[in-house]
């Protein structure tokens, strides 16, 4: 089956405030997570990524939390703005082999 | 630097034609993967060329083909079009296989009518 799964389709969120978008994995999958951003017309975009050996990575404005005891990950935007509209997709590279979950459209109201 | 450049951008044909994707990667990048997205499957992995030679392969069936040249320009060829096929076909560059990150293009859209 998939190696990786998202929680939610769409997620609305008020301009400024933090999101949260959630992500499972199988046993299927391998130790490398990586989350990509998809706007509209456009190909995906790296945001942010994280190995089995860590719990936590941050970026800007972007953290990244795994937590392999119930095989979850989730990705946390803090001050959404408009322009982080977008599908977000929580992805396995298998050895260069990208695995997509679903994607989870996140809007954000003015 | 110049980004991963995918032609043609839009195309539409008609069942049972067969179709030439060309995707030309960052300079200095030697890998080069296809996906194909559709609404009902999302995207799914076609195949990996790193160094000329086809290094991973997707489920999907033998009318989906691509190669690699000595440039590390990829192109990717489906024949015997089905209505199934339409979609839109991203390629991916990167330093080496399986590491790094992967920077997609802006992807071809196929209609097959």
């Known amino acids: 089956g998939e190696s990786v799964g998202l929680h939610l389709p769409t997620l609305s969120v008020q301009e400024g405030d933090n999101s949260i978008i959630n992500c499972a994995y199988s046993?299927?999958?391998?130790?490398?997570f990586i989350w990509y951003k998809q706007e509209s017309g456009k190909g995906p975009q790296f945001i942010i990524d994280i190995r089995s050996n860590m719990d936590k990575r941050q970026g800007q404005r972007v953290t990244v939390l795994l937590n392999k005891t119930v095989k979850h990950l989730s990705l946390q935007i803090a001050a959404t703005q408009p322009g982080d509209s977008a599908v977000y997709f929580c992805?396995?590279?298998?050895?260069?082999?990208?695995?997509f979950g679903q994607g989870t459209e996140l809007s954000v109201k003015p | 630097k110049a980004g991963v450049t995918q032609t043609p951008r839009y195309l539409i044909k008609t069942r049972g034609q067969q179709v030439t994707l060309s995707c030309s990667p960052i300079?200095?990048?030697?890998?080069v993967s296809w996906y194909q997205q559709t609404p009902g499957q999302g995207l799914q992995f076609l195949f990996e060329y790193f160094s000329e030679t086809q290094r991973n392969k997707g489920n999907f069936p033998g009318r989906f083909s691509g190669r690699q040249f000595s440039n590390s320009r990829s192109e990717m060829n489906v024949s015997t079009l089905e209505l199934g096929d339409s979609a839109l076909y991203l390629c991916?560059?990167?330093?080496?296989?399986?590491?790094?990150?992967?920077?997609f293009g802006e992807g071809s859209r196929l209609t097959v009518l």
């Open positions: 046993n299927s999958a391998s130790d490398y």
């Open positions: 992805v396995n590279n298998q050895g260069g082999k990208l695995i």
């Open positions: 300079s200095g990048h030697r890998s």
């Open positions: 991916a560059s990167s330093l080496g296989q399986g590491a790094g990150e992967l920077f």
